[in-house]
């Protein structure tokens, strides 16, 4: 599952559901750098949303995602799964979205 994710001072400035929209209008997005799958189906996601978007930052590496989010630099949009660590210390939380947002299916690549 794809999920928006901030650190507690994104978490306290956004309480309750929030639109896609209004969440890429104010507030930074961090994203991994295209052509990433992640990259292309959030894409996607706001193409069919009639959402024009600009990350604040682009960035290669999945693990620097979640390391620019835990720090207070925006709200990182990455695959939950991978940040099970980090949402159980709290070191990051989901931020709620109104818009559904489709579930991904990652394949294992050792089939």
């Given at each position: ?68 989010a ?20 709290k070191d ?20």
């Open positions: 599952m794809i999920a928006l994710l901030g650190n507690l001072e994104y978490k306290s400035q956004i309480p309750k559901a929030i639109s896609l929209k209004d969440l890429t209008a104010n507030y930074p997005i961090i994203t991994q750098k295209e052509p990433s799958n992640t990259r292309a189906f959030l894409n996607s996601l706001m193409e069919k949303n009639h959402i024009h978007f600009q990350p604040q930052f682009d960035i290669v590496s999945y693990s620097l995602v979640k390391d620019f835990k720090i207070g630099m925006g709200i990182s949009y990455i695959t939950k799964e991978f940040t099970k660590s980090e949402l159980q210390s990051l939380y989901q931020i709620p979205i109104i818009d559904k947002i489709p579930t991904r299916y990652l394949r294992n690549c050792n089939n």
